[in-house]
């Protein structure tokens, strides 16, 4: 199975209740929520505040993905105002096991980030206390940015190195998703695809999800046959 995320960061903020419904209309069952605070990435974001809007407004599984300095302190607001998983940078995190830790203990799902420009050797120690890995397939700061491919290799060797160890967490991937990039990023093993300008460029988001969904999950590896 493919879960499309609609990255929120592209949506029209006036109407944002209006545009989730229609999401959830067509199937969305998880969102994703860019949180940047301008100095971990340059932009900045939403706070807690449109996230406790949000978890009054949706039953979708709120995905919040934290591109701030101080994770540590603001996971447990994010997940007191209603995030179901929250994912932290590498980069940001000084004791990242104690981060993932953490987050499992205030009750969400952790997840971990890497950028374009770390490599994937540095999460080996904490793959067994990550439920989930995201894959930036751009530089974090914006939407409508162009894929990166190496982020394909990247999620090819998280996906060895998950079999390797015996781990089933799934990956996800951020950045430049669309009808073309989809199928090549689930061929290369990822199952969690965000988009943003992919889905609230067009002029009818409700259909491109559904166009993303069926073109990702017709890359889905065939099961062999018996
Ligand atoms: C970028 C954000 C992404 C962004 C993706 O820093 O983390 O979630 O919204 O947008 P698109 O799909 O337009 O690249
Ligand atoms: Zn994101």
């Known amino acids: 199975m493919v879960e499309i995320l609609p990255s929120i960061l592209s949506a029209d903020f006036a109407r944002l209740g209006e545009q989730i419904a229609a999401l959830e209309t067509a199937g969305c069952r998880m969102l994703h929520v860019d949180v940047m605070d301008g100095h971990f ?24 993905h934290l591109m701030i300095e101080d994770p540590d302190k603001y996971a447990p607001v994010f997940i007191e105002a209603g995030a179901d998983q929250v994912s932290v940078h590498q980069e940001a995190c000084r004791h990242l ?7 499992r203990s205030e009750g969400a799902k952790a997840g971990v980030v890497i950028n374009p420009g770390t490599p994937v050797a540095t999460l080996e120690d904490v793959l067994d206390v990550a439920d989930y890995v995201l894959i930036m397939s751009v530089n974090p700061g914006f939407g409508g940015q162009q894929f990166i491919p190496n ?18 967490f799934p990956i996800e991937i951020d950045g430049g998703i669309d009808l073309n990039t989809a199928p090549r ?17 067009t002029s009818d988001p409700e259909r491109a999800t559904r166009e993303l969904k069926a073109r990702a999950m017709a890359a889905l590896p065939v099961a062999p046959a018996r």
């Open 151 to 168: 982020a394909l290799r990247k999620v090819r060797e998280l996906a060895a190195l998950r079999k390797e160890r015996g781990l089933h």
């Open 185 to 201: 990023v689930v061929a290369a093993g990822a199952r969690i695809l965000v988009a943003g300008n992919a889905i609230f460029g």
């Open 97 to 103: 096991d104690r981060t993932l830790r953490m987050i």
């Open 41 to 64: 990435v340059p932009n900045i974001t939403i706070g807690p505040p449109v996230v406790e809007s949000l978890r009054k407004a949706t039953r979708a599984i709120l995905d919040v």
